[in-house]
């Protein structure tokens, strides 16, 4: 027998398949904001670990002008003799105050508030040794000094990452599994719908892999439609936030940067929503039709 056209198995004005290209949006509108959000994490856990990695931070408590030169320079001449340290740098008042603006305003720029002297070491090595060695030096001159290696705050970004990668990854792989459901239950509705027509075509001398092809190509072009329309829905709300946000988020995080790896799996989440609503419908009308008498 020839193939099967529309007009002998009419599945376009099923009333199943008309909300299916909306559910395949709604899903990969998901899958594509998991995916930005997965890659805006890696990009900001990356800057953040690259721009502390091998610096270490000692704060002394806010003095009197002439106290605070004076234990300044006591902290840097001890700092500075420890192995592993190649520079001391003491950040300056507009300095201190420009790392504070994001939460205080233009308070920070007050000059009576009391400031704590930042001092950013350079350093090579174990920074875990490196800075017990610092603090053993500065606990009896100056006692009240706080030494910050950012280990522990590394560890727990990276941790917080790993984690919602992963969480990412799983509404993924959800996401996918609610694709194959719907695309199943809108084939044996489907099958259900035409199952006269269905008979007629077997009496005719149609395959079960000929309704499967129509089945299939019915359901690939629904979700590629639906992946076109999630995809069109994930950029504008993407660029809606990214224009409404961008302001208040510049001093906080690190600019986030589309590449082309992460555009590029964004382009192929419509191709892949059609691959699985095609193999699906495909598996789908096979088994049923194999059970049918």
């Known amino acids: 027998m020839r193939s099967l056209t529309r007009r002998d ?26 995916l930005v959000g ?5 990009q900001t856990a990356e800057r953040w670990e690259s721009g502390l990695s091998g610096q270490m931070t000692v704060q002394l408590p806010a003095d009197a002008e002439e106290e605070a030169e004076a234990r300044t320079a006591t902290a840097v001449a001890l700092l500075q003799d420890i192995p592993g340290v190649t520079a001391v740098e003491v950040l ?3 300095e201190a105050a420009a790392l504070l603006e994001p939460w205080l305003g233009s308070a920070a720029e007050d000059p009576q508030l009391p400031l704590p002297v ?26 009240a000094a ?10 727990g970004l990276l941790n917080l990452t790993r984690g919602l990668g992963a969480l990412a990854i799983f509404l993924l ?19 259900a719908v035409h199952r006269p027509v269905i008979e007629l075509l ?27 329309l999630g995809l069109a829905a994930a950029a504008a709300c993407y660029g809606l936030l990214d224009w409404t946000l961008a302001p208040t988020t510049i001093a906080l ?41």
Do not use: K, Y
């Not at 001092?119 to 009896?140: F, K, M, P, W, Y």
């Not at 706080?146 to 560890?155: F, T």
């Not at 792989?173 to 489907?190: C, I, K, N, P, Y």
């Open 173 to 191: 792989l959800l996401v996918s599994a609610a694709a194959v459901v719907t695309v199943v239950f809108v084939t044996r509705t489907g099958l």
């Open 118 to 143: 930042l001092l950013t070491l350079t350093v090579e090595g174990q920074i875990a040794e490196i800075a017990a060695e610092a603090r053993a030096r500065l606990s009896d001159p100056l006692p």
């Open 146 to 155: 706080q030494v910050d290696d950012h280990q522990e705050w590394i560890g």
């Open 38 to 42: 997965a890659e805006a994490l890696r």
């Open 92 to 94: 300056d008042r507009q």
């Open 253 to 293: 995080l690190p600019p986030f940067r589309i590449g082309p790896r992460l555009l590029l799996l964004l382009a192929l989440l419509p191709a892949i929503a059609g691959m699985i609503a095609l193999l699906t419908a495909r598996i789908t009308v096979l088994r049923t039709l194999a059970r049918m008498p």
């Open 202 to 228: 077997h009496l005719m001398g149609a395959r079960d892999a000929q309704v499967a092809g129509r089945f299939q190509l019915h359901a690939m072009r629904q979700g590629l439609i639906g992946g076109l």
């Open 9 to 34: 198995l009419p599945l376009s004005g099923d009333p199943s398949a008309r909300f299916l290209p909306l559910l395949i949006a709604f899903m990969i509108f998901l899958a594509a904001l998991a």
